[in-house]
């Protein structure tokens, strides 16, 4: 136990070296893109460029912090926000469309599938420089009691029918005129892309429903302490995370799990200075273009499976992963263009125990905003495994050398954007034959307070183990929301 706790502390001291070696690298970094940039002075297309990357930004200030002109959340709402409290109420229902009449001892899935109402409540608050903000939301689905509990997994009830935990809570402030920090658990989004995950691997996924919402609703916040230092067109962000927390996907019995057995045991760090997560990243705003860098030393938010070499039992565990890389945003009128790209090492599978593996992700696309009252994004992007071996491709690792994940989404807006109309549609390898599914969802403001959406998702099976019974899975769905 006492080598054990020994080679713990020396791997947290060794990530903590690399991750300052690293940072001091990148600091580096500052001067000499700051030197490239100060000879383009502020100019209507710099401003044009910030309102372009504003117009085609997706998250809201409220949900996602990002700052204005596609750069990284800084711990705090992008636009001002009232102070004191606020929040909304909203009231949902969701009806599975598609499966068919069980078997014997078999979830009746037919149906109803939630009746949801949600309460979410906030407190922002400022002094001086020093802000801070709490955030957190209870919900209750009555469709288990309505349909029956007995119906259900212990798991499905544990994990849908009551939910209630904080959000966001932190709080930030300027230690000099450039630097500031924030403190406590927040969100904070890498790379360029709104759709699919290259560079953005800080926060986990709340996944229970794949595919049912847009990205930035389904963020965790996680407890880290973040240092920005901010020069006119630069920021270097520092974090060191010490809580970990991956994503919260569907348990066992729920009609998105893909197998008849529950999961293995689960081997999750515990939240301590010694398993923290670091990263750094250094963005650049031009004219016309910015440019971002990317280091964390992880875990990894997919399990792999081991065997405990004395019991023979299998269990899930996180391999450490250490990841650089980059994105870029170019603006050129009413196009966007967009481009991700990173290293992991340190992959680990059942198949191939005692080797450690690397991917290179590779992500482009665009937003075309041409079209009035119309944006459309594509985005595609290619995850390759280097040195794939024979083996990686079987259960349980299901491990593929090379896939591809693309979107297109088309938005509109009527009525003086009372009314607004989304189609997306994502897709796994080239013809889809690894899954796909399509999204249509409208929102209409019946005030400035009141909105309304229904929506429909349908799902087609394809080879990757998540899809391969989620054709059954199409919803529709409804909901009324309230915001104060």
């Known amino acids: 136990m006492m080598i054990l706790s020994r080679r713990c502390l020396s791997c947290g001291i060794a990530r903590c070296l690399r991750f300052i070696i690293v940072l001091a690298v990148l600091t580096l970094l500052i001067p000499m893109m700051a030197q490239a940039g100060d000879d383009d002075e502020h100019s209507k297309e710099y401003d044009r460029l910030f309102d372009s990357f504003e117009a085609t930004e997706n998250l809201s200030a409220e949900e996602s912090g990002i700052r204005e002109g596609g750069g990284e959340d800084n711990g705090e709402p992008a636009k001002p926000s009232m102070h004191g409290f606020g929040g909304y109420l909203k009231f949902g229902v969701?009806?599975?469309?598609?499966?068919?009449?069980?078997?014997?001892?078999?979830?009746?899935?037919r149906g109803l599938s939630g009746m949801k109402p949600e309460i979410h409540l906030e407190y922002n608050g400022q002094k001086d420089t020093v802000k801070w903000h709490i955030g957190g939301k209870?919900?209750?689905?009555?469709?288990?009691?309505?349909?029956?509990?007995?119906?259900?997994?212990?798991?499905?009830?544990?994990?849908?029918?009551?939910?209630?935990?904080?959000?966001?809570?932190?709080?930030?402030?300027?230690?000099?005129?450039?630097?500031?920090?924030?403190?406590?658990?927040?969100?904070?989004?890498?790379?360029?892309?709104?759709?699919?995950?290259?560079?953005?691997?800080?926060?986990?996924?709340?996944?229970?429903e794949y595919g049912y919402a847009d990205m930035e609703d389904i963020r965790l916040p996680i407890a880290m302490v973040r240092f920005d230092l901010s020069s006119e067109r630069l920021n270097l962000s520092a974090m060191v995370i010490?809580?970990?927390?991956?994503?919260?996907?569907?348990?066992?019995?729920?009609?998105?799990?893909?197998?008849?057995?529950?999961?293995?045991?689960?081997?999750?760090?515990?939240?301590?200075?010694?398993?923290?997560e670091y990263a750094v990243a250094v963005n650049g705003y031009f004219t016309g273009w910015d440019l971002s860098v990317y280091y964390a030393d992880i875990y990894n938010d997919a399990a792999?499976?081991?065997?405990?070499?004395?019991?023979?039992?299998?269990?899930?565990?996180?391999?450490?992963?250490?990841?650089?890389?980059?994105?870029?945003?170019a603006a050129r009128g009413d196009w966007v263009f967009k481009c991700e790209g990173a290293y992991f090492s340190g992959l680990r599978y059942f198949n191939v125990p005692g080797h450690l593996f690397s991917r290179v992700d590779v992500l482009a696309g665009f937003d075309y905003s041409g079209i009035s009252d119309t944006t459309v994004t594509f985005e595609t992007a290619n995850r390759h495994m280097l040195r794939f071996r024979n083996g990686l491709d079987a259960s349980p690792d299901d491990a593929k050398k090379d896939l591809m994940e693309s979107i297109l989404r088309i938005h509109r807006s009527w009525l003086n954007d009372t009314l607004a109309l989304t189609a997306l549609t994502a897709w796994f390898g080239g013809k889809a034959e690894n899954g796909s599914y399509v999204r249509l969802n409208g929102e209409y403001d019946l005030s400035d307070d009141l909105e309304l959406s229904l929506g429909v998702i349908c799902y087609q099976s394809g080879e990757l183990p998540l899809f391969k019974r989620i054709g059954r899975n199409d919803r529709l769905y409804g909901q009324i929301k309230y915001s104060f």
């Open 94 to 109: 969701t009806s599975n469309i598609a499966h068919k009449a069980p078997g014997p001892e078999e979830t009746d899935w």
């Open 138 to 208: 209870a919900s209750y689905d009555g469709a288990y009691k309505i349909k029956g509990r007995e119906g259900y997994s212990d798991e499905v009830i544990e994990h849908y029918e009551f939910d209630h935990r904080f959000e966001k809570i932190y709080v930030s402030g300027m230690l000099t005129d450039n630097v500031g920090m924030t403190l406590g658990r927040q969100i904070v989004v890498w790379g360029k892309s709104d759709n699919i995950r290259v560079t953005d691997v800080i926060n986990p996924l709340n996944v229970r």
């Open 242 to 276: 010490p809580e970990i927390r991956f994503n919260d996907s569907f348990p066992f019995g729920s009609d998105y799990y893909p197998y008849n057995a529950p999961p293995p045991d689960e081997d999750v760090p515990a939240d301590r200075l010694s398993n923290a």
């Open 304 to 329: 792999h499976l081991e065997r405990d070499p004395l019991t023979s039992k299998p269990f899930l565990k996180h391999a450490r992963l250490t990841m650089l890389g980059s994105s870029v945003n």
